[in-house]
C-alpha cells in the first residue's frame, strides 16, 4: 500500500534558522509527491511537488524539497525560518491505482519562535 | 476571487438532523474532491468527481451523499447526522489528466450535539 510518514508531530526552530521537515514514502512505481501547508482555521495550500527530474524542488514562500530516491525521503526545508511560517505540515503521495486521490501524511505542526 | 468556495463555514446541529454543504470553484477544473479532517488534524478523501461523474468513493458510511450538479460545484449531503461526523470538511479541485496539485476550499466545521 501507498503512504507517506512524517515522523515528527511537532518540529520546533527559532526564526532566523534553516528548517527541515521530513517526510518518507513507500510507493509502488514512480513517486508523485506534494506538500501542503494549513494556516490556523484554514484550507490546505500547496507549496510544491515532486513529478520526476531535479531532485531539489523550489516551492512558494521560499521553501524547498528534497527528493531522496535512496532513502525514500522528500524533506521540506527553508534556509531561514519565519515566525510566520508556523503552521500545520503535510507530506503527500498521488496514489498510482486511482491517480485523482492523494494520500496524506499527520502533518507535523511547526513552531517557529521569534 | 475565491477559488474554491465553501458554504456554510460553520455549522452547528443535533443528532439525527440532515444538513448539506455546498462547494463551488471558478478554476475551470475538472475534478472535484470532499475530505474530512478530523480532530486530530488527519485528513482523509472522501469522494472525488471527474466532470460530474463519482471516481473515488472511500470507505465512508451511505448517509454521506455527495452531488455534483455541474463541474463546478460538489455538494455534500449528510443523513442522520451522529456524534462522530463533527469533522472540518474540505472540498478541493484541480485539473485532470496529469499531475496536477488541489486547491482546497476554506473548510465546513460541523459540530453535531
Known amino acids: 500500500a501507498q503512504s507517506v510518514a512524517q515522523p515528527e508531530d511537532q518540529v520546533n526552530v527559532a526564526e532566523g534558522n534553516p528548517l527541515t521537515v521530513k517526510c518518507t514514502y513507500s510507493?509502488?512505481?514512480?513517486?508523485?509527491l506534494f506538500w501542503y501547508v494549513q494556516y490556523p482555521n484554514r484550507g490546505l495550500q500547496f507549496l510544491l511537488k515532486?513529478?520526476?527530474?531535479?531532485?531539489l524542488v523550489k516551492g512558494s514562500y521560499g521553501f524547498e524539497a528534497e527528493f531522496n530516491k535512496s532513502q525514500t525521503s522528500f524533506h521540506l526545508k527553508k534556509p531561514s525560518a519565519l515566525v510566520s511560517d508556523s503552521a500545520l505540515y503535510f507530506c503527500?503521495?498521488?496514489?498510482?491505482?486511482?491517480?485523482?486521490?492523494?494520500?496524506f501524511g499527520t502533518g507535523t505542526r511547526l513552531q517557529v519562535f521569534p | 476571487d475565491t477559488a474554491v468556495s465553501q458554504t456554510p463555514k460553520y455549522l452547528v446541529t443535533q443528532m439525527g438532523n440532515d444538513k448539506s454543504i455546498k462547494c463551488e470553484q471558478n478554476?475551470?477544473?475538472?475534478?472535484m474532491y470532499w475530505y474530512k479532517q478530523d480532530s486530530k488534524k488527519f485528513l482523509k478523501i472522501m469522494f472525488s468527481?471527474?466532470?460530474?461523474?463519482?471516481?473515488i468513493n472511500e470507505t465512508v458510511p451511505n448517509r454521506f451523499s455527495p452531488k455534483s450538479p455541474d463541474k463546478a460545484h460538489l455538494n455534500l449531503h449528510i443523513n442522520s447526522l451522529e456524534l462522530g461526523d463533527s469533522a472540518v470538511y474540505f472540498c478541493?479541485?484541480?485539473?485532470?489528466?496529469?499531475?496536477?496539485?488541489?486547491?482546497f476550499g476554506p473548510g465546513t466545521r460541523l459540530t453535531v450535539t
Open positions: 478541493a479541485s484541480s485539473q485532470a489528466g496529469g499531475v496536477y496539485e488541489q486547491y
Open positions: 510507493v509502488s512505481g514512480n513517486p508523485y
Open positions: 515532486y513529478i520526476t527530474g531535479d531532485n
Open positions: 503527500a503521495v498521488r496514489d498510482w491505482r486511482n491517480t485523482d486521490k492523494l494520500i
Open positions: 478554476l475551470g477544473h475538472d475534478t
Open positions: 468527481y471527474n466532470n460530474k461523474e463519482l471516481i
